[in-house]
C-alpha cells in the first residue's frame, strides 16, 4: 500500500543446513518499537507479542507450492526447479490491525504438515 514496512529477514537451519528462508514485514507502528534484541525467540510472533503486547486475535495462513527462485537457490542450496513450500501469514491484533505480514520460502523435502480438526461432537 506505499507504506514502508520494517522488515526481518532471516534463513533457519537444520543440523547446519539451510532449510527456509523468512522475510516478516511489520508496518511502522510496530517495527519502529522493535530491535534485533527483541528477537530472540525464532517464533517471530512470540517475540512480538512478549516485546510488544500485541497479541494474535486473527491469523489468515495460505499454504501454496512454488518452483525455487534465484534467491531460494542461493540461500538454501537448492537446485533449479526444486520444489518450495511458500507460506504467507497475516497476523491481526484485537481490533482488527495488522501487525505482522510472514512468508516462508521452504524446501518442500523438508516440510511436514499435519492438522487436526474436531468438532467437539466426540463427547469431550
Not at 514496512?5 to 537451519?13: D, G, N, T
Not at 540461500?75 to 510472514?102: K, N, T
Request: proline share 3%.
Amino acid at each position: 500500500s506505499g507504506v514502508a514496512c520494517h522488515v526481518l529477514r532471516s534463513v533457519m537451519l537444520r543440523s547446519g543446513r539451510s532449510y527456509a528462508r523468512s522475510i516478516v514485514y511489520f508496518p511502522p507502528a510496530v517495527g519502529s518499537r522493535l530491535s534485533r534484541a527483541d528477537f530472540g525467540d525464532v517464533i517471530v510472533f512470540r517475540a512480538v507479542e512478549r516485546s510488544l503486547g500485541l497479541r494474535v486475535a486473527d491469523l489468515h495462513v495460505t499454504v501454496s507450492a512454488a518452483v525455487a527462485s534465484a534467491v531460494d537457490c542461493r540461500e538454501l542450496g537448492c537446485a533449479p526447479g526444486s520444489a518450495i513450500l511458500v507460506q504467507r501469514l497475516l497476523h491481526h491484533d484485537r481490533d482488527g490491525v495488522p501487525f505482522e505480514l510472514a512468508f516462508s520460502r521452504s524446501l518442500a523435502s523438508e516440510v511436514r504438515f499435519s492438522t487436526r480438526f474436531r468438532t467437539g461432537e466426540g463427547g469431550d
